[in-house]
């Protein structure tokens, strides 16, 4: 059983393009975070939320948290081919540990 | 930056030798983290640890002990390594239970 699931896999797209990245489960999350892991690296932590309902915003990124605390998304505006690399989401879900998604692999094209 | 160092980050071993990863840190953080990561199943937790001799199971421990004798230390030992134990090890630390988390740059492990 995934308790999170993260949509989409795989996401090739254009420089200049938008771009959603989805994080969902079926329970509830004192908090979320949001890391991004590039190739040899291990992850780097972008963003915390904690409140349902929570917009955060870094730079190009834009963060939020479901109202019910089940989910959250990643929105990047206008691609760069900076921004890839793999996204993960990761939270404790209910009474278990902190665990991570399986990711969403971005490749923005020049 | 939380100051993460892993060695080595690269090793080799064959089937049935014990094999020992270690990670260190500079922050005097209280909670430390072995995960490996594989295609297709993301960071998968194997051991964490809570204070100098204080550590329980993840979701992937079979196979695998830690050992924390300092704040700074984190061992993991992969007791008689196996081929499906080949993956990306990755130490972290945080200042908080179940929240952010600071990661090193990772272990290849390759077992032949």
């Known amino acids: 059983t995934q308790l999170l699931e993260q949509s989409p896999q795989f996401l090739s797209i254009q420089e200049g393009e938008n771009l959603t990245v989805y994080c969902n489960s079926s329970s509830v999350f004192s908090s979320l975070q949001w890391y991004r892991q590039e190739p040899g690296e291990g992850p780097v932590l972008l963003v915390t939320?904690?409140?349902?309902?929570e917009v955060k915003k870094l730079k190009r990124l834009t963060f939020q948290f479901g109202d019910a605390r089940k989910d959250s998304s990643l929105h990047i505006t206008a691609a760069q081919p900076g921004d890839t690399g793999l996204y993960l989401c990761a939270g404790v879900p209910g009474t278990y540990k902190y665990i991570f998604g399986t990711g969403t692999r971005l490749k923005v094209l020049a | 930056d939380a100051g993460i160092t892993q060695s080595p980050r690269h090793k080799v071993t064959e089937t049935g030798t014990p094999v020992t990863l270690r990670c260190h840190q500079t922050?005097?953080?209280?909670?430390m983290y072995w995960y490996r990561q594989d295609p297709g199943h993301g960071l998968r937790l194997i051991h964490y640890s809570y204070g100098v001799k204080d550590t329980d199971k993840g979701e992937v421990s079979d196979g695998y002990s830690v050992s924390r004798s300092k704040t700074e230390d984190f061992l993991l030992t992969l007791e008689s390594a196996t081929s499906s134990q080949t993956s990306v090890y990755f130490c972290?630390?945080?200042?908080?239970?179940?929240?952010?988390?600071?990661f090193g740059q990772g272990t290849r492990l390759t077992v032949v």
């Open positions: 972290a630390n945080s200042p908080r239970e179940n929240t952010e988390a600071f």
């Open positions: 922050e005097n953080h209280r909670y």
């Open positions: 939320v904690v409140t349902g309902g």
